[in-house]
C-alpha cells in the first residue's frame, strides 16, 4: 500500500512540513494546510496540528523512493543515460527531469527539464533504472537546477 502523503512550505517559516492536505474554505478563500497527525483535546474538542502552507508548493507523495528518500511531485531527477549514436558509437548523456502527475494518464510521469514533454512514466522504469537516479533538489528550493542544466547543453 502506498502512503498518501503530502508536504508544503509553511507560509510563515518557508519549512517543509509532511503530512496530510486539508484544504479550507474560509470567507471565501482558499487555504491549504498539513497536518502533522498531532492531535490536541480540549473540552470535547478535537483539534489537529496545522500548518498553513504555500499552495503552490503542495506536492503529494509518488510512492518511490531513491536511496530511501520520499520522491516528490515537483522533484528533480538526474542520471547517466548510456546509448548507442546513430553511427554505433557508445555516448553518455546527463538527463535531468521533473516529477509531475499527469492528469490525461492519471499517473507519475518524468518530464524533460521541468517542460510539458513527457519523458516516460514511473511504470516504464524498472528497479536497477531508479537506483541509477539522483534527486537533486526540486523546482521549489532549486528551480535554477535546470536553467544551469538548459545553460550548459545549448552550450556544448
Known sequence: MIDILFRGKTTDTKRWIYGSLVVAIVHQCKHYYITSGRTNINDGNIDFEKFEVIPETVSQFTGKYINNTRIFDGDILEWCDDYDDSWGFPNT????????????????????????????????????????????????????????????????
Open 93 to 156: 548523456a546527463l538527463t535531468r527531469t521533473v516529477v509531475s502527475w499527469d492528469e490525461n494518464d492519471c499517473c507519475w510521469v518524468l518530464k524533460h527539464d521541468g517542460k510539458d514533454e513527457c519523458i516516460c512514466t514511473f511504470t516504464e522504469y524498472d528497479k536497477s533504472e531508479w537506483e541509477n537516479m539522483n534527486l537533486i533538489g526540486n523546482i521549489y528550493d532549486n528551480p535554477e537546477l535546470l536553467l544551469d542544466y538548459n545553460k550548459q547543453v545549448t552550450t556544448v
